[in-house]
């Protein structure tokens, strides 16, 4: 079992920037864990945002956030974190961490543990 709690969300204006954070609490390793952020925006599915493998090596982006988004890991922290920067009206949604104790993937269906999720909203 894996607890996962998000933080560092809010309301910011467009151009602006946020760091979510997603500490992890569990039995096993936090670095056996492959982590994703994935969004949620009202009457929407969630949508994968980025993924990173457990070590830090690996790392995965959706095309709409590749290049303003960055995913990162403190293994000794047990926290994951999302940079994201230059925040789009688009980008408000509900914003969960996922964890799943295999390989790193993009595929929501397949992340076993969810955090309660963070609330995003970018004003234009």
């Known amino acids: 079992q894996v607890q996962l709690v998000e933080s560092g969300g809010g309301l910011v204006q467009a151009g602006g920037s946020l760091r979510l954070a997603c500490a992890a609490s569990?039995?096993?390793?936090?670095?056996?864990?492959?982590m994703g952020w994935f969004r949620q925006a009202p009457g929407k599915e969630r949508d994968f945002v980025a993924a990173?493998?457990?070590?830090?090596?690996?790392?995965y982006y959706a095309d709409s956030v590749k290049g303003r988004f960055t995913i990162s890991r403190d293994n000794v922290k047990n926290t994951v974190y999302l940079q994201m920067n230059s925040l789009k009206p688009e980008d408000t949604a509900v914003y969960y961490c996922?964890?799943?104790?295999?390989?790193?993937?993009?595929?929501?269906?397949?992340?076993?543990?969810w955090g309660q999720g963070s609330q995003v909203t970018v004003s234009s």
């Open positions: 569990s039995g096993r390793t936090f670095s056996s864990y492959a």
């Open positions: 990173i493998s457990g070590g830090g090596t690996i790392t």
């Open positions: 996922a964890a799943r104790h295999a390989s790193v993937t993009r595929n929501v269906g397949e992340y076993e543990y």
